[in-house]
């Protein structure tokens, strides 16, 4: 599986969008881009997730560069509750090829 | 649904105990995970089944680690004899065929080896 980058930290505003870079320059053309996040003291919870185009649901947006290299996962209106570790993660989407979690980006929403 | 369960929350035990940690997968869901989370590593696969089989136990760190899943709606993650280095919070997780990246994590069991 391709290597993320992803910064160790940040701080968003409440009531601001959070946007969450992460960089995969090394992803391969089946290669998916996966974001969990995990709130203290609880199990990853997963967020989204894409191929090539932009996705969102309820909970974000993923923009997805053209060339693939980089996405960014974007939280529209940050909430207290969505302070977190957020982690980026490339993988085949194929039955047996596991998620492997790197160090995330810790989000941390200030009033 | 209630999610994947997992039993107990927390435990503290001695050296040298055997400590056995409880998995209830979703229904339905025929792939579960055994995670560790620890500050130093992160959080690392230790094993995972599908249809009750272990298919990699690659992550296991050793001997004293095994794991079992006699049905399709329980399985247990044993450490016999227990150590200090251990102690981590140990997340079971499922999914079903199809939705290969979407896991479901569980609450965590905290362990705490003296």
């Known amino acids: 599986d391709a290597k993320t980058t992803q910064p160790t930290s940040m701080d968003c505003a409440e009531g601001r969008a959070a946007n969450l870079p992460c960089n995969h320059s090394t992803i391969s053309g089946n290669e998916y881009v996966y974001w969990y996040r995990q709130i203290h003291s609880q199990g990853p919870q997963y967020i989204i997730h894409?191929?090539?185009n932009n996705e969102t649901n309820e909970m974000a947006s993923l923009i997805i560069t053209e060339d693939r290299k980089s996405s960014t996962l974007i939280l529209p209106h940050a909430t207290l509750r969505d302070t977190a570790v957020y982690y980026c993660i490339v993988r085949v989407a194929r039955a047996g090829n596991m998620l492997t979690f790197g160090g995330g980006t810790r989000l941390m929403v200030k009033p | 649904d209630a999610g994947v369960i997992q039993s107990p929350r927390h435990e503290v035990t001695e050296m040298g105990q055997e400590v056995t940690l409880r998995c209830k997968p979703i229904s339905g869901h025929d792939y579960l995970f055994w995670y560790r989370q620890t500050m130093m590593r992160g959080l690392e696969l230790l094993i995972y089944f599908n249809n009750n089989v272990p298919i990699d136990d690659s992550g296991m760190p050793e001997d004293r680690f095994s794991a079992k899943m006699p049905n399709a709606s329980f399985s247990t993650l044993k450490i016999q004899p227990s150590e200090p280095r251990d102690s981590a919070v140990y997340f079971c997780a499922s999914r079903g065929t199809g939705r290969t990246g979407e896991l479901f994590f569980g609450e965590g069991s905290r362990l705490t080896v003296l």
């Open positions: 894409g191929l090539k």
